[in-house]
Each structure stands twice: as C-alpha cells, then as structure tokens.
C-alpha cells in the first residue's frame, strides 16, 4: 500500500468549473507537503507546497488537515491548459518523497 | 535558469545490454532522488542520495540495478544486463535538504 493514495479520475469537467481533489497520506509522520502537476510525457512539476493555514496561488488553493491526514487542491475557474496529472507529495525528514499515483484532469471547452 | 540535466533523452537498447543514465543536479542541491514511471505503477523511487551518499536504495533490483554519485554534479544510474520489463521513463530529481525537489526531463528507455 502506498503511503499516499489519490483518486486515479479522471476528472472531467467543462471550462470555468471549479474541482477539487484530495489526496489521503498514511503516515503521520509526514512533515511537508506538496503538489506537482504532470502533462502528458513531460516531468513533474512542483505546483505549489501545501502548509498547514492554507494557501493560495492564483486559481489553486490548497490545504492540509492534519487530523484527518489529507490534503486537497481546489482549481476555480478551470482552463483547458489545466489538463494534466495532478500528484500530491508527502515527505519525512530523511526520507524520500513519497508519490501518490496522481489525479487525472480533463478540462474541456 | 537552473534545472536538473539527464542523458540520454531516449534510449533503445536490445535485452542484455547494459544501460547508462546520467544526471546533473541543479548546482548546489545535496539530494539526489532516482524515481522510474509506468503507466501501471506511476512514480517509484529507486534510490535517493544525500550529500552522495546512498540512505535509500530499497526500491531498487540490486542484481541488475546500480546508482551511485561519483561526485556533487554528476548521478548515474545502470542496468546490467537490461530486460524488457525496465522499459519505462525515468527520472532524475534534485533538492535542497528535504525541501521540494526539481525534476529533469527523463530518460525514455525502451528494451526491446
């Protein structure tokens, strides 16, 4: 069992929607947090960090509930150029990052 | 603009040969992090280096897989003698410490 677990999706929602996705982390261990974003044959890349007040960037908000170990990313306002992978990132000091599988997302006009 | 640095791009390579990966991390990052993806498996580390020194190679076949870090700026990565099965992308990652890592644009490995 992989110490994060996502929704495989796909998500798939018209333009100017607003989707969430959430992202559940096994050990508590975890201190930090984050989101990559993966288009298709292309590397991962760092969305933004995930702390514990929230925070926000633009169109993305994300939150981190200890308590419950999850964290989410909301997008308002989807565009079509947020068509990607979306994959969440647990990290413990003197560990590796840990992968979740990742979200699939479909934006269409 | 700093980024993380692999070679080949794309490899195809015929079973029983041994494979190279090459890395440069982004100049000043002490972590090195070796993850390989598949469609059915999605990200999984393979090795992971701090300060060049390997704490985590679990993920790793060690009778066919090696990754080492002959110094700061260069990681490598080998499969000796490769099989179909490595066929997959995979990637090299770098961080500061244990803070967000940067990822390089892959190497394609097809074994055939």
């Known amino acids: 069992r992989k110490e994060v677990e996502q929704d495989p999706g796909p998500f798939n929602v018209p333009e100017g929607a607003t989707v969430a996705f959430n992202c559940t982390y096994s050990n508590s261990a975890s201190q930090s947090f984050f989101w990559y974003r993966q288009d298709c044959r292309k590397e991962p890349k760092l969305l933004m960090s995930v702390y514990s007040s929230g925070n926000e960037d633009g169109r993305f908000t994300a939150q981190l509930n200890r308590a419950s170990q999850y964290i989410s990313l909301l997008i308002r306002d989807s565009k079509l150029s947020d068509s990607a992978t979306y994959l969440c990132v647990g990290l413990r000091s003197g560990y590796a990052l840990n992968f979740g599988k990742g979200t699939s997302l479909l934006v269409t006009p | 603009d700093a980024r993380v640095t692999q070679t080949p791009r794309h490899k195809v390579t015929e079973m029983g040969q041994e494979v190279t990966m090459r890395c440069q991390p982004i100049?000043?990052?002490?972590?090195v992090f070796w993850y390989r993806q598949t469609m059915m498996q999605g990200l999984e580390l393979l090795a992971y280096?701090?300060?060049?020194?390997?704490?985590?190679d679990s993920g790793m076949p060690k009778d066919r897989f090696s990754a080492e870090m002959p110094d700061a700026t260069l990681a490598t990565l080998k499969i000796q003698p490769s099989e179909p099965r490595d066929s997959a992308v995979y990637f090299c990652?770098?961080?500061?410490?244990?803070?967000?890592?940067?990822f390089g644009q892959g190497t394609r490995l097809t074994v055939v």
């Open positions: 990652a770098s961080a500061l410490d244990s803070r967000e890592a940067f």
């Open positions: 280096f701090r300060n060049r020194a390997p704490l985590d």
């Open positions: 100049l000043g990052h002490n972590t």
